[in-house]
């Protein structure tokens, strides 16, 4: 097995001309830590066409589903063995009253997001049924902004509760007898802004003052502080100097969008963009792992905190300008998106001793989702492929890389062309993923052998840098089975322009 064969391995490039050669190092001896399962996790806010007319059609449906969410989806979504769910928002969490969700249900105003109508129809049953169905750890976001702790902790009574209280038995009533599990709690959300525009110092007092009444009946949640995003770091540095936020925490998050431009006023176009997005994305997205070596630094900075307090990149993916026409952050959904996901996962496999839990943003139909759906019509998009590729990587041991190659270079911008992460699987086999960044080349890569039996790889790419699947052509961009040359002592295959690898060694 690859345990008793690999102790370090080398990839090299063999391209020409020499000076382009890559060479990937990965220590076997090395190891960084387990790449947890909930690394791959899911964002699942009320906002635009997600929930209702994408994942969730009611019983009364005319399209197939189970207890009123779609079975295409839901089959898609299982099929990504989806470790953990984040829900409700995001900026509606703190404008959601979960009374609204259970019982008969309240039609509200999404004030959060263009003021559009909220049937809530899709509530607190229907989302833990869901992750349970799912096998899904649940991650519950509270609402601080214009909620009450009172409020907060009568729902996760109602939630968790095991006696006779009347909260438990309003659960029981409204047809769940068991609790459920609530494994991720976090008490507000981007509290610098939609959360609630907050000092730092003022929302330190008041998680603190709420985690102290969030009980969880027999239950012990992650609970989690809502952390910066990639222009305030300093925020988490003074909500962290608060004596007491390591008593109640396990750690904090971050947030962070890819603009292709950078510039919120115009972030640029999902399809049909000029080469030059193509790389000021990629530029962009790789900065996810200075963000992160950043944010560490300010949580080891706060000594009161403890080794494991924790980094939770729970929003993060591709943001561009809205579709004329379609739902609030609809998007399409492009083998860069796939390049941008590859990326960023090869990112938190080198931080898997830091950061336990990421959640993409989002789920279906919003932002840099998994599945567009329209009307009967569902698919897949890139993105949604490279996390079906990856998932030999949940629970894998990471091992460090080194990555010495060419950079991809288009107009004033330079990036690595090739990107690369490793892990040991717990049967002893090895993955590996490859990212060819560059928009234009392919590279050949070179795996030494090193006695190993047999070796298997899958291949996703686009024929142009907009690649993308529709109704139509809904496996225009999907995974392929790939050759790779199999010498005496080294594997030798060709990374396609604009792809992604994963190869299986055993």
């Known amino acids: 097995m690859i345990r008793s064969l690999l102790g370090a391995i080398s990839l090299a490039a063999c391209i020409a001309p020499v000076s382009a050669q890559t060479v990937v190092s990965i220590q076997r001896e090395a190891e960084i830590g387990t790449i947890e399962p909930e690394v791959y996790s899911q964002f699942l806010e009320h906002l635009g066409g997600q929930i209702y007319g994408g994942l969730w059609v009611g019983e009364d449906s005319d399209i197939p589903n189970t207890d009123g969410v779609r079975d295409d989806v839901f089959a898609a979504l299982q099929a990504l063995q989806v470790p953990a769910i984040r829900w409700p928002g995001g900026c509606y969490a703190d404008l959601y009253h979960w009374r609204d969700g259970v019982g008969e249900r309240v039609p509200r105003e ?33 609402n601080l902004g214009s909620g009450t702790v009172e409020e907060a902790a009568d729902w996760l009574e109602y939630i968790t509760g095991t006696g006779e209280t009347a909260l438990a038995q309003e659960r029981r009533a409204n047809g769940r007898s068991e609790p459920w599990t609530i494994d991720y709690l976090s008490i507000g959300n981007e509290t610098w802004g939609c959360g609630g525009r907050m000092r730092p110092d003022y929302y330190a007092d008041l998680y603190t003052h709420w985690a102290s009444f969030m009980f969880a009946d027999e239950q012990d949640p992650v609970m989690i502080v809502a952390g910066p995003h990639d222009g305030n ?3 988490a540095d003074e909500v962290l100097d608060h004596p007491m936020i390591g008593e109640v925490s396990s750690g904090i998050s971050l947030h962070f969008y890819t603009l292709p431009t950078s510039d919120w006023s115009a972030k640029g176009a999902a399809t049909a963009f000029p080469e030059s997005e193509w790389a000021s994305a990629l530029e962009r997205t790789l900065r996810m792992d200075a963000l992160i070596e950043e944010t560490l630094g300010v949580i080891d900075a706060h000594e009161h905190l403890g080794d494991d307090y924790g980094l939770y990149v729970d929003e993060w993916g591709m943001w561009v300008d809205e579709t004329e026409g379609m739902p609030a952050l609809w998007q399409q959904n492009t083998i860069r998106d796939a390049v941008v996901a590859a990326l960023n996962l090869n990112i938190f496999h080198k931080h898997a001793d830091r950061v336990p839990m990421t959640n993409i943003a989002q789920m279906v139909n919003v932002l840099q989702a998994m599945i567009l759906v329209d009307g009967e019509n569902m ?37 690595p062309a090739l990107s690369a992460s490793a892990a040991r699987m717990s049967d002893g086999r090895l993955a590996v993923a490859l990212v060819n960044a560059d928009a234009r080349d392919e590279h050949v890569i070179s795996l030494e052998r090193m006695g190993a039996r047999s070796v298997s790889r899958r291949v996703l790419t686009g024929d142009a840098m907009d690649a993308h699947n529709t109704a139509e052509r809904p496996d225009r961009v999907a995974p392929q089975a790939a050759d790779i040359r199999t010498e005496e002592d080294r594997f030798t295959a060709t990374l396609p322009a604009r792809s992604v690898s994963v190869w299986i060694i055993e």
């Open 110 to 142: 999404n004030m959060a997001w263009n003021g559009t109508e909220e049937p809530n129809t899709f509530g607190t049953h229907e989302f833990f049924n869901l992750a349970e169905r799912l096998g899904a750890k649940t991650y519950l976001n509270v």
């Open 233 to 235: 770091i300093e925020f």
């Open 379 to 415: 698919v897949l998009t890139p993105t949604y492929h490279v996390y079906e590729m990856f998932t030999p990587f949940h629970g894998a041991t990471s091992l460090p890389v080194e990555l010495d190659g060419p950079a991809y270079r288009e107009g004033d911008i330079a990036i």
